[in-house]
């Protein structure tokens, strides 16, 4: 989100944030967590090539066995998360960054170690089949979220302005009220163009794909070729209505991206909750049967 510069209405209006240089290290959230990652990837996938070469690849080898547990410490890592975000409160268990961090990349090693488990085959049991692909999913939306997220944010950034989803409605309300009112108290060219070409783009917060491309729908060129049959006296609130027409636009975008942010966490967080189920469900057929 763009830094807030004016409060108008509820809707902060900001400079577009520059555009940063391109480099891994501005891609990852923190560059030591990044390399201690890649470090566990590098020791995990070295002991599992030592395995291979010296002993048997098997879920129930010592080698296997050891994966698993690493694998459910890692789940466990990572579900602490979620408990970390509702206890946001509690200043003593550190950071939730710290959390948020432990979750991407110790969710990330999971998987590696479930797949080490599994000797990165399918398993043939129904049990242990539904376990491995729920971890597939559940790391694969996690990774397309965290994508997801850096192409909203960078979007968002070039937006002038910054508001929460819930206030989109009420906030669309009172732009349209306001457009509605210059529209009318102007008269004549504007108010033809109001009410033939805006009112009806101005009424609801509108999703559309085409703001994932960073569009922003504020009808600029139908303002410059308005602009030669304004009478000057009125420039004035072709201005007004150009930058509600503009904000509205920008709610537009900003509707559309938090939207499926909010939607993507549909498609991660309940078949992550069913993951930690199965698992805890294989642990008890594998200890009792
Ligand atoms: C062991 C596997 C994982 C489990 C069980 C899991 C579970 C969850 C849960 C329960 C939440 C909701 C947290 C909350 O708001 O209460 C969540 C959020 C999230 N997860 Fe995962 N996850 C896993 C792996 C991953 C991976 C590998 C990634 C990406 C690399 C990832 C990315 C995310 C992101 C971006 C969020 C939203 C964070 C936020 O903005 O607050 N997850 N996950």
């Given amino acids: 989100m763009t830094p807030a510069g004016s409060l108008d209405h509820g809707v902060a209006t900001g400079r577009p944030a520059p555009a940063s240089p391109h480099s891994w290290k501005r891609a990852v959230r923190s560059v030591r967590s990044f390399k ?5 990837l590098v020791v995990a ?31 466990l890592a990572a579900l602490a998360y979620a408990v970390r975000r509702r206890t946001l409160s509690a200043r003593t268990v550190g950071p ?3 959390y948020l961090l432990i979750h991407l990349y110790g969710g990330t090693l999971f998987l ?18 539904i376990l491995w692909l729920l971890g597939i999913w559940v790391v694969g939306t ?4 965290v994508l997801l997220q850096k192409w909203c944010a960078a979007a968002l950034g070039q937006l002038t302005t910054e508001v929460q989803l819930v206030r989109i409605p009420e906030l669309v309300e009172q732009t349209r009220a306001q457009a509605e009112e210059v529209a009318r108290t102007a008269g004549g060219v504007l108010g033809d163009l109001y009410a033939s070409e805006l009112a009806g783009a101005m009424r609801t917060p509108t999703f559309r794909w085409r703001s994932f ?27 007004a209505l150009r930058r509600l027409v503009r904000a509205k636009a920008e709610m537009d975008v ?10 993507w966490l549909w498609v991660h967080v309940p ?11 294989h642990i008890f057929v594998t200890l009792y049967y």
Avoid at 60 to 70: E, N, R
Avoid at 213 to 233: C, L, S, T
Avoid at 254 to 263: D, G, N, S, Y
Avoid at 271 to 281: D, K, R
Wanted: no cysteine; hydrophobic share 50%.
């Fill in 36 to 40: 201690v990652f890649a470090g566990a």
């Fill in 96 to 98: 939730s960054r710290t």
């Fill in 45 to 75: 996938l070295t002991i599992y090539l030592v395995n291979g070469l010296v002993g048997v690849v098997s879920p129930d080898s010592a080698w296997g066995i050891g994966y698993g547990i690493g694998a459910t410490a890692l789940l």
């Fill in 142 to 145: 996690g990774v397309l979220g």
């Fill in 112 to 129: 590696v170690l479930a797949l080490m488990h599994s000797g990165f085959a399918m398993p043939q049991a129904p049990l242990t089949g």
């Fill in 271 to 281: 078949t992550a909750v069913v993951l930690a189920a199965v698992l805890g469900l």
């Fill in 213 to 239: 491309a960073g569009f922003v729908d504020d009808q600029a060129a139908r303002f410059e070729y308005v602009r030669a049959m304004v009478p000057p006296e009125r420039h004035e609130s072709l201005e």
């Fill in 254 to 263: 900003h509707f559309a991206l938090q939207t499926m942010l909010r939607k």
